[in-house]
């Protein structure tokens, strides 16, 4: 038993999450690392924090800045955690988010989204989300001998896109296309251990949701309602939902996985309503 279970060790492993100052991106740094893995957290915002965290559960764990939307910048970022860990094996990016002026409501309709809203959140998800970390950190990768394996973070939207965050559900179904795109790309013109895949999570409380599902109170919000009756699990997903199947995509577990988009919601796309 103990034996099947190294092909999900991730000792040694050289891991970058990009947007890891984040709840999501956090918890599954903090997974990787206790798999094995030491891990290079890259925000635009401070990672002080998210490294103590992880120093004191005893993960090898450095932070770097990173602005996802500069190439310049992320190639900065590159460069010094290449000279710090000296290869990267794994690419996590879990750099993203909505905003309220993207997002249609009883006080903004659709015909009034703004051109600059709409063009920073389709930017964020699927330029800095996915793309640009790809081009960048993806160029080193491709010459591991061993291949390695990036994550991309799409969503529950790009199977179903949901009412009022248009920009959103739109970035994120180009996210899972181009990380199939990009899967069979690699593997045909660079390197066919080079796997690339995504995660298409739920509904998973954090700072750029919450507004939407709970109201000042704490309390569901309709929409809130609504997502909980359309989930079998009956539950919100928890950040560290996420640690098991990306350790799965990132270990040689998923060796023979590549160009795949998972969902992680508790059966909601699996639900028709009835």
Request: net charge positive; with cysteine.
């Amino acid at each position: 038993m103990r034996e099947i279970l190294n092909i999900f060790n991730l000792e040694g492993k050289k891991v970058i999450v990009t947007g890891g100052a984040g709840i999501l991106g956090s918890a599954i740094a903090k997974g990787m690392g206790k798999a094995g893995a030491e891990i290079a957290i890259c925000d635009i915002v401070s990672t002080e924090k998210v490294i103590s965290d992880l120093k004191k559960e005893g993960i090898k764990a450095k932070g770097y800045y990173i602005d996802v939307m500069d190439r310049e910048k992320i190639k900065v970022c590159h460069d010094e955690v290449l000279s710090d860990f000296g290869r990267i094996d794994i690419l996590l990016n879990a750099a993203g988010g909505n905003i309220k002026e993207a997002t249609t409501s009883e006080s903004l309709s659709f015909f009034d989204l703004s051109l600059s809203a709409l063009e920073k959140v389709v930017g964020l998800n699927l330029f800095g989300g996915a793309i640009l970390p790809c081009q960048i950190f993806g160029k080193t990768m491709v010459k591991n001998r061993e291949g390695g394996s990036i994550i991309n973070i799409s969503s529950m939207s790009a199977f179903r896109p949901l009412t009022r965050i248009c920009g959103y559900s739109a970035a994120k179904a180009a996210v899972s296309n181009f990380t199939q795109w990009l899967a069979v790309h690699f593997a045909t013109e660079y390197n066919r251990k080079l796997r690339v895949n995504a995660i298409a999570p739920g509904f998973f409380l954090t700072r750029q949701n919450r507004y939407l599902l709970l109201d000042e109170k704490n309390n569901l919000t309709p929409r809130g309602k609504s997502i909980i009756a359309h989930t079998p699990m009956g539950e919100f997903g928890q950040p560290d939902d996420l640690i098991g199947i990306c350790i799965y995509l990132a270990s040689d577990a998923s060796r023979f996985v590549t160009g795949a988009v998972i969902p992680i919601d508790g059966g909601f796309n699996a639900f028709s309503g009835v």
